[in-house]
């Protein structure tokens, strides 16, 4: 049927106002896509979309939960066979237990731990890629480094910890003894001209990086790599070993009695840093976070906290006894295979 | 025949235990279960005799991979039940039925070895951990998560006990306390006990454990004082009693 003229110019123009106001449309919803993240985020805040950490945790029945391999007692000891299986026990290990009950507690159903045991530097990478809720590694927040930026830390389950130091040889030990005496040493130049040996990533590392300068600096791959570099005849001297102060001191008083602590006067320990421990957790994990700061909050409260404290720093024990009655059970296939305490070689950004 | 090696003593237990001889299953039945039940528990002795000749490659700190892996233990684990037993695991299943090893100890010995070779496997991780001596990898350790595993699968129940067990999942039971008493009164060798239970049903086979020297580091004295593990010693001597393997069978084919 034909068209009279006018209306087919009529349709004509209507359908160019169509495709203008489609187009339209398009750069409008182009400009406003930049700014859809900030949306969600701020719908996600009056009413979360997406369940959080916590119920998801609930739903899966298992909490996925990183552990250094590298000892570092007491607050975790190394792997030991059990009439139960492979087992790893120490204050940390208690204390995922605590957090694992409390989240059986909470989600209605058992909650289990998965351990992974893996080396130290990992877990802050395995944490950063989800493959873990959280660490327990007796960690110090708040270390001014790259390598520890974008993570998040409960509240503390271990106080007065932070930067201490071992040495082996006497004269070494006066050394520092008689750098210690003289008034106006910092505390950053006591070791200077010693080689000093740290673990690898560790708060100790970064601080020594950062601070220590004029040191001879040995990275090991663990705190026992490092003494068996000590002990070699063959390898560098070591004169002194830093890390963190309440597992040096546990190691000197057990299976390192050929090194003792250094200290000030008084025989208080030297520290070079205080701080206190806590679990690490995903910057976003608020929830888990809150449950956790609660966990914790009640174990100090209850006293519990500090019953932990003492039983695994001061009281007399064998752990293997304690990881046979009361340790964790661990995912072997995500274990190092081979574990080996590693070696030591001289800091490269010297 | 080795079964019948001490015959007084089992007649001795059938006496005072009152249940036992109530209703015989058919005497080769019974003679079949009792050489199963025989031959398990050397087995499981052999592997945990490889375990402790093998104590100082676990246990030192130098090395990483320890080479202990599941193949070499399976191994040592035949050869010294080869050893023990003069049975050759590796052609049994070429030697026919007649040879002496019952039908079922056919099936079973094979899966106590696998069920051994995976606690082996399983314990890897922590055997080849350099820069760390002692691991808790031991005979009873060793024992205890084989037999348990084994005992899942399997309708026997494979277990090792003791008077006062270091785990109380060794606990014995009442049956095997009054075979441990007995037995702890006698000098020590190579008899084992075996008696019909619960009307004839089941058959449990006890065969003792003694002290061997390497056992006293942790097991001798000073009485009560801690060993490596944190256990109080016990103050034994060699020759000891120091428990027994203990196995139960049901000969009725219908009971789980």
């Known amino acids: 049927m034909a068209v009279p003229d006018g209306r087919a110019l009529l349709m004509c123009m209507l359908r160019i106002t169509h495709i203008a106001f489609r187009v339209s449309l398009v750069c409008l919803l182009a400009v406003l896509v930049q700014g859809c993240g900030l949306l969600f985020d701020a719908i996600e805040l009056i009413h979360p979309l997406t369940s959080n950490e916590l119920d998801r945790v609930c739903r899966r029945q298992q909490v996925q939960v990183g552990m250094a391999v590298e000892p570092f007692r007491p607050f975790v000891f190394p792997a030991v066979w059990t009439d139960e299986g492979a087992r790893v026990t120490g204050l940390d290990a208690e204390l995922i237990r605590s957090i694992t009950d409390a989240l059986t507690a909470h989600c209605g159903t058992p909650v289990v731990p998965v351990l992974h045991l893996v080396r130290f530097r990992d877990l802050f990478l395995l944490l950063n890629e989800g493959q873990l809720d959280f660490f327990v590694s007796a960690v110090a927040p708040g270390i001014p480094s790259p390598a520890r930026a974008g993570f998040a830390y409960s509240s503390p389950y271990f106080f007065h910890g932070g930067i201490g130091a071992i040495v082996k040889r006497p004269d070494v030990a006066d050394q520092i003894q008689s750098r210690l005496k003289a008034d106006g040493t910092a505390r950053e130049r006591l070791l200077d001209g010693l080689t000093m040996a740290v673990q690898e990533s560790t708060a100790a590392h970064l601080y020594a990086e950062a601070n220590l300068k004029p040191v001879r600096l040995i990275v090991c791959d663990s705190l026992p790599a490092a003494f068996e570099q000590a002990d070699s005849a063959t390898?560098?001297?070591?004169?002194?070993?830093?890390?963190?102060?309440?597992?040096?001191?546990?190691?000197?008083?057990?299976?390192?009695r050929d090194w003792r602590l250094v200290t000030r006067e008084g025989n208080t320990p030297l520290r070079f840093t205080q701080a206190d421990y806590s679990i690490v957790l995903a910057e976003e994990s608020y929830k888990l976070r809150w449950f956790i700061n609660q966990v914790i909050f009640q174990l100090t409260e209850s006293g519990r906290l500090q019953t932990m404290r003492q039983r695994w720093l001061e009281d007399s024990y064998a752990y293997p006894r304690r990881a046979s009655?009361?340790?964790?059970?661990?995912?072997?296939?995500?274990?190092?295979?081979?574990?080996?305490?590693?070696?030591c070689r001289e800091s490269k950004t010297r | 025949m080795r079964l019948r090696l001490l015959p007084w003593l089992g007649l001795l237990l059938m006496g005072f235990a009152p249940i036992s001889g109530l209703a015989s299953p058919p005497e080769q039945l019974?003679?079949?279960?009792?050489?199963?039940?025989?031959?398990?528990?050397?087995?499981?002795?052999?592997?945990?005799?490889?375990?402790?000749?093998?104590?100082?490659?676990?246990?030192?700190?130098?090395?990483g991979d320890k080479g202990?892996?599941?193949?070499?233990?399976?191994q040592q684990l035949r050869e010294e039940f080869r050893q023990r037993t003069g049975i050759d695991l590796a052609s049994l299943s070429q030697?026919?039925?007649?040879?002496?090893?019952?039908?079922?100890?056919?099936?079973?010995l094979p899966a106590l070895i696998e069920a051994s070779k995976e606690v082996v496997r399983d314990a890897q991780v922590v055997i080849n951990q350099r820069g760390i001596g002692y691991k808790n990898f031991i005979p009873a350790t060793y024992g205890s998560q084989a037999a348990a595993r084994f005992s899942?699968?399997?309708?026997?129940?494979?277990?090792?006990?003791?008077?006062?067990?270091?785990n109380p999942k060794n606990e014995a039971d009442e049956y095997?306390?009054?075979?441990?008493?007995?037995?702890?009164?006698?000098?020590?060798?190579?008899?084992?006990v075996s008696e019909l239970t619960e009307s004839g049903k089941t058959?449990?086979?006890?065969?003792?454990?003694?002290?061997?020297q390497e056992c006293l580091a942790c097991h001798g004295e000073p009485k009560g004082e801690w060993d490596i593990s944190g256990y109080p010693r016990e103050g034994a001597r060699e020759g000891d009693l120091a428990g027994a393997i203990s196995v139960r069978i049901p000969l009725d084919p219908k009971s789980p």
Request: no cysteine.
């Open chain 2, 152 to 166: 899942k699968r399997s309708h026997v129940q494979l277990k090792q006990t003791a008077i006062q067990p270091r």
């Open chain 2, 176 to 192: 095997e306390s009054s075979v441990l008493r007995w037995l702890s009164g006698r000098p020590n060798g190579e008899a084992y």
């Open chain 2, 95 to 108: 030697k026919p039925v007649t040879f002496g090893v019952p039908p079922l100890a056919r099936e079973l």
């Open chain 1, 235 to 256: 390898g560098q001297p070591i004169d002194v070993v830093i890390g963190e102060q309440p597992v040096l001191e546990f190691m000197v008083k057990t299976t390192r």
């Open chain 2, 68 to 74: 202990f892996t599941p193949e070499f233990f399976e």
């Open chain 2, 203 to 212: 058959l449990r086979v006890m065969m003792p454990i003694y002290y061997l």
């Open chain 2, 30 to 63: 019974r003679a079949e279960a009792e050489e199963t039940a025989r031959l398990l528990a050397k087995l499981l002795q052999s592997g945990r005799l490889v375990i402790e000749h093998h104590q100082t490659v676990i246990d030192d700190p130098h090395r």
């Open chain 1, 325 to 343: 009655t009361e340790g964790l059970s661990f995912d072997v296939a995500k274990m190092v295979a081979h574990y080996d305490q590693g070696t």
